[in-house]
């Protein structure tokens, strides 16, 4: 079959905690945006649970962390890999100096990429070497922080959001409703704390994402399955709260968890993604002032949606459900919502991330 773009997948490999993985590692795959059929380029089969892959500004390198626990080593990794034509070849691997690293993330210079553990409230920040692989971590900080809800015990980072203007890395902290706020110094790879912005209690902060110009940020919340809109000022790198709004229909009781967020390629919609009640929320955000209007909620025709990716064109949404072993695809209409087209077949997938 004849292929014009790629998709990187990762995918859970083993029995961990509640994540039953039957994936191989992180998948290359040859596809056409919006059709069903799909070719196995690659797959890069020797590391464990690569739960999150991020792809390096020149697309020349891959890096993927390997979310283990203290069961398979004395601590986690993230590993970097080489792309040549359709295939992945392993550069080396770093530890991640802690455990279950659940996000990976390149500084859009190339020159530094960022790792957040869940389990040991720890973030490092490795530079990258000419090779494309990685090097000593130069940065690991270990967070504190805790809250009222059960999964809050400590610390749990959840994911590194850059700014568009490089200068600042925020990372939601699950563990301890705040988003850390540090100044990024590219020069001696360094990150100098900037404080924190906090959300309201069992919020659960997990990802992050910017508006292009950077005038706003959206910080979705598993927790309290919400999320929360911020000014941002990207001179200082502070935020300040706007809205908080449910990514549920009013009146679900049901449980859910919400898992990942994205922009539309224009900047006029938001959406996110419900795992439990297995839904993409869709939401119009006021140009002026950030805010979001709930517009739909549309079913992931599958189970557990812990994470999507928009097409590089705009025209399509996949959806990654991890429980079903499916990637479901989604034509995104003049009106924001998205339509169901196709799906395809991949073993827990969990991060999806298109070439450019």
Known sequence: MKTEKKLFVGAYTKKEGHVDGKGEGVYLLGLSYGQ?????????????????VALSPNKRFLYAVSETGPDVDTVAYVYAYALQGDSMTLLNRQPSYSFAPCHVSVHPSGRYVFVANYVGGVIAMYPVQADGGLGAAKEVIHLEGNGPHPRQESSHPHSVCLSPNARFAYVPDLGADKVMI?????????LHPEGFARLAPQSGPRHMAFSADGRFAYVINELSNTITAFRANLKSGQLDSLQTISTLPEGYSGESYCGDLHLSSDGHFLYGSNRGHNSLATFAIEGETGRLSL????????????????????????VANQNTGNISIFRIKPDGLPEYVAEMK???PVCLVFEP
């Not at 069903?36 to 649970?49: H, S």
């Not at 540090?182 to 360094?190: A, K, L």
């Not at 517009?295 to 996949?318: I, K, Q």
């Open 295 to 318: 517009l739909g909620h549309e079913p992931t025709r599958g189970d557990f949606p812990r994470n999507f990716a928009l097409t590089p064109d705009g025209a399509y949404a996949y």
């Open 182 to 190: 540090y100044r990024i110094n590219t020069e001696r790879g360094e």
């Open 36 to 52: 069903a059929a799909f070719e196995r380029l690659d797959v890069a089969d020797g590391i464990i649970n690569p739960s999150f």
């Open 346 to 348: 991949v073993p827990s």
